[in-house]
Each structure stands twice: as C-alpha cells, then as structure tokens.
C-alpha cells in the first residue's frame, strides 16, 4: 500500500518502499544503534531473495493515512536501551513525518539483542 494526500499541486502518492528506506536511514544514524536485522528466518530469506533495497528489520503499515512502523534492532552493548530506544522513535518519526507530510501513528521498536 501506499500512502496519499493532496495539496494544491495534486494528488501524492509515497510508497510504504519509500517509507521504509527514510526510516532505515533515520534508524542507522542514531547512537547505540548496531543494525537491523530480519525478525525471524523467513523474513530474512525472503530479503535475500527481493531484488529491492535492503530494508529488512522494518516493518511498515498503512491504514487511513496513518503510518505505523515496526524496528527490529540490535544495540550497542554498553547503552541505556530505554534511552536509545526513545531516541530511535522520535528520530524516525521526525524524518518520516517531514519526509511525507504524513503523521506517523506509532513507532514500535523491537531489541532483539546487543553486540
């Protein structure tokens, strides 16, 4: 799915691809942040496979114009993950609301470990 929104200029279409990529983005630029990685075996053979960019470890849903993103992440051994946690959110919230002019309903951030 995509999301959409009109202005004066026409109608805008984002695709949840494009959504992905600005969250990924957002996501490796915050501190205490070492990747993120496939929830489980399939998703990640399925990534494997996709001739898209590689946006495995989040997972992007639209319903009514909302955004709800989903973070598997692995941190940095060492960091308040409460800490590192609430920055990740806020950080890709902000990129993803200022990239698509869209509200971001809910960023859910999944610690699957530390390195």
């Known amino acids: 799915m995509a999301v959409t929104t009109s202005n004066k200029y026409g109608k805008i279409f984002v695709s949840d691809q494009a959504v992905a990529l600005c969250a990924l983005h957002a996501a ?27 946006t495995r470890g ?27 946690v609430e920055s990740l959110r806020s950080i890709v919230t902000y990129s993803v609301e200022s990239f698509t002019g869209m509200r971001v309903k809910n960023v859910e951030v999944k610690v699957l470990g530390t390195r």
């Open 28 to 54: 490796r630029e915050c501190y205490g942040v070492v990747a993120l990685v496939a929830k489980n075996v399939f998703d990640k053979v399925i990534s494997f496979f996709q001739r898209r960019h590689n």
């Open 58 to 84: 989040i997972k992007i849903s639209t319903v009514d114009n909302r955004i709800f993103i989903k973070l598997f992440v692995i941190l940095k051994e060492g960091v308040r993950e409460g800490a590192v």
